[in-house]
C-alpha cells in the first residue's frame, strides 16, 4: 500500500523579533543616573585636592573626641575616615554606571537595584557633607538628588511596558 501524497502545504511564515522601543522616561531615566555618576565622580576628585585641609579638620574632630589616645593613632583613624568617605563615593558611582547598563537593557532587577543605591548615596552623603567640610562636597548631595529623580522617572507607568511589567495604560 502506498501512502496517498499530501497536499502541498505553504510553508509558515517565521516571527520576526519586534524592536521594542525605549520610552522617552527611561532614556530620561538612564541620563539623570549617568550625570548622578559623574557629578558624584567629580565631587569627590575636587575634594581630594583640599586633602590637606580635610585631614586636619578631622584629625582635630577626632582629637577632641578622643583626646586620652596618641596622634599617630588619631591621625590614622582621620586617614581611614576620610579613606573612607572619599573611596565610597567613587565605588559607588561605578555602581550606579554598571546597573545603569542593566537598567538601558530593560532588566527589570535593576530599577530595584538602583533604588538601593540611590538609599545608599543619599545617606552617604548626608555623612560625608556633615562630617567633612568642603565645598566640593555639595556635590554628593546634588548627585543623590538626581538620583532620586532619576529613580522616580524609572518607575512611572510608561516605563512599566520597557519593564515587562504590562501595557502601558
Do not use: Y
Not at 569627590?44 to 578631622?58: F, V
Not at 588619631?74 to 579613606?83: D, I, S, T
Not at 546634588?142 to 532619576?150: F, I, K, Y
Amino acid at each position: 500500500m502506498t501512502r496517498p501524497a499530501s497536499p502541498h502545504r505553504p510553508r509558515l511564515q517565521r516571527f520576526q523579533p519586534v524592536e521594542r522601543i525605549k520610552p522617552q522616561v527611561v532614556k530620561t531615566a538612564v541620563w539623570l543616573w549617568l550625570i548622578a555618576a559623574v557629578v558624584q565622580l567629580v565631587s569627590s576628585a575636587l575634594a581630594l585636592t583640599e586633602a590637606q585641609e580635610l585631614l586636619a579638620d578631622l584629625t582635630a574632630e577626632v582629637a577632641q573626641g578622643f583626646p586620652a589616645e596618641d596622634a599617630g593613632t588619631r591621625e590614622r583613624v582621620a586617614v581611614g575616615v576620610l579613606a573612607l568617605l572619599l573611596g565610597t563615593a567613587g565605588l559607588l558611582a561605578l555602581l550606579e554606571l554598571g546597573f545603569v547598563i542593566a537598567l538601558n537593557r530593560g532588566k527589570r532587577w535593576a530599577r530595584i537595584v538602583l533604588v538601593l543605591l540611590a538609599v545608599v548615596v543619599l545617606v552617604h552623603a548626608v555623612i560625608a557633607v556633615g562630617g567633612l567640610r568642603s565645598t566640593f562636597l555639595v556635590g554628593l548631595v546634588v548627585a543623590s538628588g538626581v538620583a532620586v529623580l532619576a529613580v522616580i522617572a524609572s518607575f512611572l507607568p510608561a516605563a512599566r511596558v520597557w519593564f515587562g511589567g504590562g501595557e502601558k495604560r
